[in-house]
């Protein structure tokens, strides 16, 4: 990375992000639409992302410049929206499969080995949900858009804030009034309590 075009200045910003976005991130999120991330390997997503991003513009982390503003400046959008974008879309194309094909059936297949000791692997599927509830909506209305393939682009393409507990202001009609969903501000994850009426 020192080496390359990254640190010429007689290379332009928007040639080096044509860069970024046609072969450093590409390269970076292969596969990207089936994984299955935790903190530590987004941060570290995050880590090389910026490091690109940082050098494009200029500065370090010594500039004490916060991602965000990095982002805003050169008009990139954060790698892990980027994911969920791919991901929504992977998610919409299986949906819209017929339910005799191979992709279809392995996708809805289900496991019955006998599970290991400890805390339950973590699967796609709820990652896919934790993207829809952050969108403010849920799978089966998910579901449902994801049939039109036009809409389901244009919803998906659609920028959603991510900065309040409930990203589009309140919960979707069509969750159960005695679930709550909290998303946490910083990390994004999700959680989910019932109210039990006594």
Known sequence: MRSGIINKKEVSKSTKLKVYKSIH????IYGCVTWNLNLGEKSRLQA????YLRRVMGVTRRDRIRNELVREDLQVESLEEFIERRQLEWWGHL????EDTMTRRIWDAKNVRKRRRGRPQRSWRPVIAEILIKRGTNIPEARRLSLDRTMWREDVQMKRPHNSLYPMGSPPESVQTDIKY???STCSRVSSSRLIAL
């Not at 991130?25 to 970076?28: D, E, K, N």
């Not at 949906?95 to 017929?98: K, P, W």
């Open 25 to 28: 991130r590409p390269t970076l």
């Open 95 to 98: 949906n819209r499969m017929e």
């Open 182 to 184: 909290l998303i946490c």
């Open 48 to 51: 090389m992302e910026m490091k």
